[in-house]
């Protein structure tokens, strides 16, 4: 019966060995785990820095297209009154051209008349 006490006590012994290295192993991988989780919370900050320059440049980026569109914007009414003027100057310019020809007409008639006048005195 020593005997079995005495292979328990060593089985024992041996297991607590086992479980001192094990836990030997588990604590340097937790201090390897440490300096990973360090390096990722550097990761982490700078990528935080990453994403707040990112929405920075993002907002610039949309000032600028607001402040094109809205440019486009005033172009595109400055076009459509240029069209309207185009217009109204075309109308001005057909109706000096119909004066223009009544004055002609009128000219003819009056060179007719002064012709006549000329063969009459």
Do not use: C, P
Not at 3 to 9: A, M, P, T, V, W
């Amino acid at each position: 019966m020593d005997k079995e006490i005495l292979d328990i006590l060593k089985e024992m012994q041996s297991d607590m060995k086992s479980m001192q290295s094990d836990m030997k192993s588990m604590k340097s991988d937790m201090k390897s785990m440490q300096g990973d989780m360090k390096s990722m919370q550097g990761y982490i900050k700078l990528t935080q820095s990453d994403i707040k320059s990112i929405k920075i440049t993002q907002e610039e980026h949309t000032q600028i297209l607001r402040a094109l569109e809205h440019k486009t914007d005033v172009i595109s009414a400055e076009q459509e009154n240029l069209k309207h003027e185009v217009l109204e100057i075309k109308g001005e310019v057909k109706s000096m051209r119909k004066d223009l020809s009544s004055v002609e007409i009128i000219t003819a008639n009056n060179r007719s008349d002064i012709a006549k006048l000329k063969a009459i005195g």
